[in-house]
C-alpha cells in the first residue's frame, strides 16, 4: 500500500494567488482528514469528510478556504486567495471507520509558503 | 472542548535512558488514543494505537499505557537511542471521530 498521497511537497506562491493541495487517500478508507500545522498553532483540524461527504469545517479559518472530495480516492484543498498567514504544512490523513478502533494514517504533508 | 497537554515540552537525555512522556486530556470519553512520532519535516508515523477499554499498548521499546478515568496516557521508551530523536505527539479520539492533538514533546537523544 502506498499510503496517503499528497500532492505537491512543496508549494510556493504568490499572495492573492489560488493555491490547490491534493490528496489521495488509502483504498478503502472511507474518512478523510485535512490539518493545518504551525509553529504557533499546532496541528488543526480544518475539516474532514466521511463517505466523501463533509461532515465538520468548523476548522476552516474563513471563506478563502474550501475543500472537496469528488470520490472516494481523492480531495482537494483550495485557498483563494492566498494570504503570508496561510504559509503552513498542510497534511491528509484517512482513516476506515468500518472498525471503530482503527487508527490514523498521515500523509508526508504539503508545505505552503506564501510570499 | 477536548485539550490536550503534554508534558515536558522538550527532552533531552544521553541514549539509554528510559524515558517518560506524559500526555492528559480534559474530556475522557474517548475511544482510543494514537501516539505518533514526528521527525523534522516530516509527516507524522503512527507509533502505538490503545483502545478506550486497554490499560497498556506495546510496540518494541515502547509501551503506552492510558488511565481514561484520570485523562492520562504515557509513553515509555525503553533504552533510547539518537534514532528516537523526533517529536512526539499524542491525540486522544473521541465520538466526533476527531483527533485532536496536544503540543509534542520534542526528544533529543544524544550520543
Known amino acids: 500500500d502506498a499510503g496517503v498521497i499528497q500532492s505537491p511537497r512543496h508549494e510556493v506562491t504568490e499572495m492573492g494567488q489560488e493555491v490547490t493541495l491534493r490528496c489521495k487517500p488509502i483504498?478503502?478508507?472511507?474518512?478523510l482528514f485535512w490539518y493545518r500545522q504551525t509553529m504557533m498553532r499546532g496541528l488543526e483540524l480544518l475539516i474532514y469528510f466521511n463517505n466523501n461527504v463533509p461532515i465538520d469545517d468548523s476548522g476552516m479559518p474563513e471563506d478563502r478556504f474550501s475543500a472537496k472530495m469528488p470520490n472516494a480516492s481523492f480531495s482537494t484543498l483550495k485557498i483563494q486567495p492566498s494570504e503570508p498567514r496561510d504559509s503552513a504544512v498542510y497534511f491528509c490523513a484517512s482513516r476506515w471507520t468500518g472498525v471503530s478502533g482503527l487508527g490514523y494514517t498521515f500523509g508526508s504533508g504539503t508545505r505552503l509558503t506564501v510570499v | 472542548k477536548q485539550e490536550v497537554t503534554q508534558i515536558p515540552a522538550a527532552l533531552s537525555v544521553p541514549e539509554g535512558e528510559n524515558l517518560v512522556l506524559n500526555c492528559s486530556f480534559t474530556?475522557?470519553?474517548?475511544?482510543?488514543l494514537q501516539w505518533f512520532r514526528q521527525d523534522p519535516g516530516k509527516g507524522l508515523t503512527s507509533l502505538l494505537l490503545?483502545?478506550?477499554?486497554?490499560r497498556e499498548q506495546t510496540s518494541g521499546r515502547l509501551n503506552a499505557s492510558l488511565d481514561k478515568s484520570s485523562g492520562r496516557s504515557t509513553l515509555y521508551i525503553a533504552a533510547s537511542q539518537p534514532g528516537d530523536s523526533a517529536t512526539y505527539l499524542c491525540?486522544?479520539?473521541?465520538?466526533?471521530?476527531?483527533?485532536?492533538f496536544g503540543t509534542g514533546t520534542r526528544l533529543q537523544v544524544f550520543p
Open positions: 483504498s478503502g478508507h472511507n474518512s
Open positions: 474530556d475522557s470519553a474517548i475511544y482510543n
Open positions: 491525540a486522544p479520539r473521541g465520538n466526533t471521530d476527531k483527533l485532536i
Open positions: 490503545i483502545q478506550s477499554s486497554q
